[in-house]
Nanobody
Framework: QVQFVESGGGLVQPGGSLRLSCAAS????????MGWYRQAPGKQRELVAF??????GYADSVKGRFTISRDNAKNTVFLQMNSLKPEDTAVYYC?????????WGQGTQVTVSS
C-alpha cells in the first residue's frame, strides 16, 4: 500500500498564496513523477502541474503563478500557489507514478474567496 499525507489547503482571499505539500510512503519505490491534479465542482479533473526527474509542466491556467518542487529524498512534492483566483477553487489531488501506475492522495480543499 501507498500512503499520502497532504497538507496546506484552506481558505484564502483572491490574490493570496498557499503552499501544498504531499508526502508519499509505503510500497512505492523509484518514483518517476509526482504532481497535482484538481477538480472543481461539476468539472473534470485536470492536471495542474507535474515534475519528473528532469522536467516540470504546468497547465496554461496556472503558468507564472504556481511552482512545483520536489524533495526526492523524502518522496515529497510541493505546490506553491501565488496570485490565487476564485477559479482556482477545487480539491487538489497529489499523485505519484513509479513507472508502472499512478497512486493518488485523498485530496485537499483549496477555496479562493473574499
Amino acid at each position: 500500500q501507498v500512503q499520502f499525507v497532504e497538507s496546506g489547503g484552506g481558505l484564502v482571499q483572491p490574490g493570496g498564496s498557499l503552499r501544498l505539500s504531499c508526502a508519499a510512503s509505503g510500497s512505492i519505490f523509484s518514483i518517476y513523477a509526482m504532481g497535482w491534479y484538481r477538480q472543481a465542482p461539476g468539472k473534470q479533473r485536470e492536471l495542474v502541474a507535474f515534475s519528473t526527474g528532469g522536467s516540470t509542466g504546468y497547465a496554461d491556467s496556472v503558468k507564472g503563478r504556481f511552482t512545483i518542487s520536489r524533495d526526492n529524498a523524502k518522496n515529497t512534492v510541493f505546490l506553491q500557489m501565488n496570485s490565487l483566483k476564485p477559479e482556482d477553487t477545487a480539491v487538489y489531488y497529489c499523485f505519484a507514478n513509479d513507472f508502472k501506475r499512478d497512486y493518488w492522495g485523498q485530496g485537499t480543499q483549496v477555496t479562493v474567496s473574499s
